[in-house]
């Protein structure tokens, strides 16, 4: 299995790794394959993302996919946000084998699930955004 010299930098460097403790949306997310945990911290400031922030126990995969969606996401909308998919952090990393695309996913889903956590604290909709599929606020 071969990582492309992105995913390897991301791995050895990721960026955003930590907690923003006044976040305005968090999302945690587990892979029921392998049991990995991801968690995404937002700050958001009149409706633009001005941090983000991750914690993972979780692979080099979903460490570097995380690394690049966090500093993808900054600065943006909370709308624009969501085109911060999973096929783009893949593609702004220059791929991954395909049996690491799953770690990937974790990303994608923890930012949604944070983004969600912010819409349902503030009473906001996000076109295109779904509940994420255990949503420990209830809502
Ligand atoms: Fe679990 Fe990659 S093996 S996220």
């Known amino acids: 299995m071969e990582y492309t010299e992105k995913v390897m930098e991301h791995f050895m460097n990721p960026r955003n790794v930590g907690e923003i403790e006044d976040a305005s949306g968090v999302g945690t997310v587990g892979n029921a394959s392998c049991g990995d945990i991801m968690r995404v911290f937002l700050k958001i400031e009149d409706n633009i993302i001005t941090?983000?922030?991750?914690?993972?126990?979780?692979?080099?995969?979903?460490?570097?996919?995380?690394?690049?969606?966090?500093?993808?996401?900054?600065?943006?909308?909370?709308?624009?946000?969501?085109?911060?998919?999973?096929?783009?952090?893949?593609?702004?990393?220059d791929g991954l084998p395909a049996v690491k695309t799953h770690c990937s996913v974790l990303a994608e889903e923890a930012l949604r699930?944070?983004?969600?956590?912010?819409?349902?604290?503030?009473?906001?909709?996000?076109?295109g955004l779904e509940a994420p599929k255990e949503d420990e606020h209830g809502h």
Request: aromatic share 6%; with cysteine.
């Open 51 to 93: 941090d983000a922030k991750f914690k993972t126990f979780g692979c080099g995969a979903a460490v570097a996919t995380s690394s690049m969606a966090t500093e993808m996401v900054r600065g943006l909308t909370v709308q624009e946000a969501m085109t911060v998919t999973n096929k783009a952090v893949l593609e702004a990393l």
């Open 113 to 127: 699930a944070a983004l969600w956590d912010y819409a349902c604290k503030n009473g906001i909709t996000i076109p």
